[in-house]
């Protein structure tokens, strides 16, 4: 069993920063892929930056500079540091990983976390 455990959300003004934590338990031989998405008011839920297990990360153009998607591969963690937020960066954000949860396997399935809301006042 598998699940993601999400934590730092919370209300902050504009121009303020919060941290995102995401963690991993249960049953784990290897995590691929790892994200977060949002979802806003009135939208569908959106990736907003991913990471592969080498480190490698992208951004929506919309966050970039901004916010900034790490991992400790050792505490099977995931981060998201968002600076300079905006009023429409209000939303839910999610996490999720790729994990392999079977021995002998190369892939598995991915898992979600269960939401964490952050607030943006003007």
């Known amino acids: 069993q598998v699940q993601l455990v999400e934590s730092g959300g919370g209300l902050v003004q504009a121009g303020g920063s919060l941290r995102l934590s995401c963690v991993v338990e249960g049953t784990i031989f290897r995590i691929g892929d790892m994200g977060w998405f949002r979802r806003t008011p009135g939208k569908q839920r959106e990736i907003i930056a991913g990471?592969?297990?080498?480190?490698?990360?992208n951004y929506i153009d919309s966050v970039k500079g901004r916010f900034t998607i790490s991992r400790d591969n050792a505490k099977n963690t995931v981060f998201l540091q968002m600076n300079n937020l905006k009023p429409e960066d209000t939303g839910v954000y999610y996490c999720n990983a790729e994990v392999v949860d079977k021995k002998g396997f190369d892939r598995g399935p991915v898992y979600w976390g269960q939401g964490t809301q952050v607030t943006v006042s003007p």
């Open positions: 990471i592969n297990s080498s480190g490698g990360a």
